[in-house]
């Protein structure tokens, strides 16, 4: 008698079992790249959000010491910021730091450090020092002061 080429029932089995081990291996390694990707994407945003707010800063053109926080709106509507400013040893200097969080979860995403320097404006019409310049020796006031009637 002749015996009939095939599978047997075992062979089959072990071939199912492999094809479902990597099916399921690519199924992770594709959700993994997904959720890599969108932790990069958010970290690149924060950094990006980070930066515009020590930009606006130095736009501002005038540093106050202190603490801030808020949120992007409805831009971004997950995301908060902190800034804060603070004086160094050196007259003028300041280090700004700037904190993106999610809101949600309050999970920090991204920090952002650097230091600004704000030097005192000291009029050329006035030899003595400061006494005509605004408080501390600093120049007028910034844009936040006019916005809230100037500087008392």
């Known amino acids: 008698m002749s015996r009939l080429r095939g599978f047997s029932l075992l062979e089959v089995l072990v071939a199912i079992l492999v ?15 997904l959720r890599s990707h969108k ?38 509507p997950r995301l908060g910021w ?9 007259e003028g200097l300041y ?5 993106i969080a999610d809101t949600r979860s309050a999970v920090p995403i991204y920090e952002l450090k650097t230091l600004l320097f704000d030097p005192p404006y000291l009029s050329t019409l006035d030899s003595e020092g400061a006494r005509g310049a ?3 020796g600093r120049r007028g006031p910034g844009p936040r002061d006019r916005a809230q009637g100037g500087a008392q």
Request: hydrophobic letters at 40%; glycine letters at 14%; aromatic letters at 4%.
């Open 39 to 76: 932790e990069c994407e958010d970290h690149t945003q924060a950094a990006l959000l980070a930066a515009g707010k020590i930009e606006l800063l130095r736009a501002d053109g005038w540093l106050t010491e202190g603490e801030e926080e808020g949120e992007f709106g409805s831009n971004f």
């Open 95 to 99: 280090e700004v730091t700037v904190a």
């Open 82 to 90: 902190r800034q804060i400013v603070a004086r160094t040893d050196t």
């Open 19 to 33: 094809l479902g081990v990597g099916l399921v291996g690519i199924t992770e390694g594709i959700t993994l790249a």
């Open 134 to 136: 605004g408080p501390s």
